[in-house]
């Protein structure tokens, strides 16, 4: 995991501890919505807060530790596409973001997996396109490994011209098919 990620990571979990550490009012100012809510809170706190991608189930043992990783897959989830220039396989500065969400995810809960699905638009030959995708997919695993995913989480597929998500002999349509798909 990245220092930047881990920085906000721990400013988040100290912001939900001391959240959860507040002072009651004294009974003259209490109120009904008030003791709901703190009833509400010390069960929740005391509960186990548990989420899935897939198979694979993450629980975390204080609400500030759910919300954290709720929100990280929350941010990785959003996008699971990143796309590439003609040609290339080096990763666009614009899937930045994305890929640095999803290896934050990854580095948080390491029993989850992901399969990295290279593709390449239709020009070239198959053998090329095959290639061109692995290529893809390899730059976007190590991308995530550079910033705190685990190698051992993440798999590789190239899929080449073979699975366009777009028909059409156009640029539109091609810049479409130049992509890697993150599954988990």
């Known amino acids: 995991m990245s220092i930047f990620t881990r920085k906000h990571l721990i400013a988040l979990m100290a912001a939900a501890s ?10 003259s100012t209490a109120t009904e919505d008030t003791s709901a809510s703190q009833e509400a809170s010390s069960e929740t706190s005391s509960s186990e807060a548990t989420y899935g991608a897939g198979d694979d189930s993450v629980s975390g043992s204080t609400q500030g530790a759910s919300s954290a990783a709720d929100s990280l897959k929350a941010a990785a989830m959003q996008s699971t596409i990143v796309y590439f220039d003609f040609d290339k396989s080096n990763i666009r500065p614009d899937a930045y973001n994305t890929l640095k969400a999803h290896a934050a995810y990854l580095s948080a809960n390491p029993a989850v997996k992901v399969r990295l699905e290279g593709h390449a638009d239709e020009r070239g030959t198959r053998e090329y396109n095959l290639a061109l995708g692995e290529r893809r997919g390899k730059a976007a695993a190590n991308y995530l490994t550079a910033n705190g995913a685990s190698s051992s989480q993440i798999d590789v597929v190239s899929y080449g011209e073979e699975r366009p998500v777009a028909e059409g002999n156009n640029e539109a349509s091609w810049a479409q098919n130049r992509r890697v798909e993150l599954k988990y």
């Open 18 to 27: 001391i959240a959860g550490c507040s002072t009651t009012p004294d009974d």
